[in-house]
């Protein structure tokens, strides 16, 4: 039942799933482009008061003092690219994670909402990590 959900979820929601990060989230202007190491990158240890993103082997790759920026190249590295844009500014980098993570919620209340139409006893929060994972989409 719950690999079945997943799959017709999906299929049905796609329209709500086009939009990617970074660049429905961001605007053109004044943005920068960083290299990313073409790995999938996760939250390491803080480290004297910086936060470390390193890959699933522990090397550190960024060290960044705002929780947002971390996000941001975490959300952006979705496909393992080579470069990312990211825009100069902090505020449109806090702004884009913002509404980024509100999209996602927005999408978490929708599963929420028609498993409960389901009326049948599942764990919502697993049902939603398999989406996630199927669509290869973090929240934080």
Do not use: H
């Not at 290299?35 to 910086?50: E, H, Q, R, W």
């Not at 509100?102 to 929708?110: A, M, T, V």
């Amino acid at each position: 039942m719950e690999k079945e959900f997943v799959k017709n979820w999906i299929t049905k929601n796609t329209k709500i799933l086009q939009k990617e990060f970074p660049k429905d989230f961001i605007t053109e202007e004044q943005i920068e482009e960083i290299d990313m190491p073409g790995k999938n990158l996760i939250f390491g240890d803080p480290f004297f008061g910086l936060f470390q993103i390193c890959d699933i082997s522990g090397d550190v790759y960024f060290q960044e003092e705002d929780i947002y920026k971390v996000k941001y190249i975490i959300y952006s590295n979705k496909n393992k690219p080579l470069k990312i844009s990211i825009p100069v500014k902090q505020e449109d980098i806090t702004n884009a994670v913002k509404n980024y993570e509100k999209y996602l919620d927005e999408i978490i209340s929708q599963i929420k909402k028609e498993l409960n139409q389901l009326q049948v006893k599942v764990n919502n929060d697993e049902i939603v990590q398999q989406i996630f994972k199927a669509l290869n989409l973090i929240r934080f």
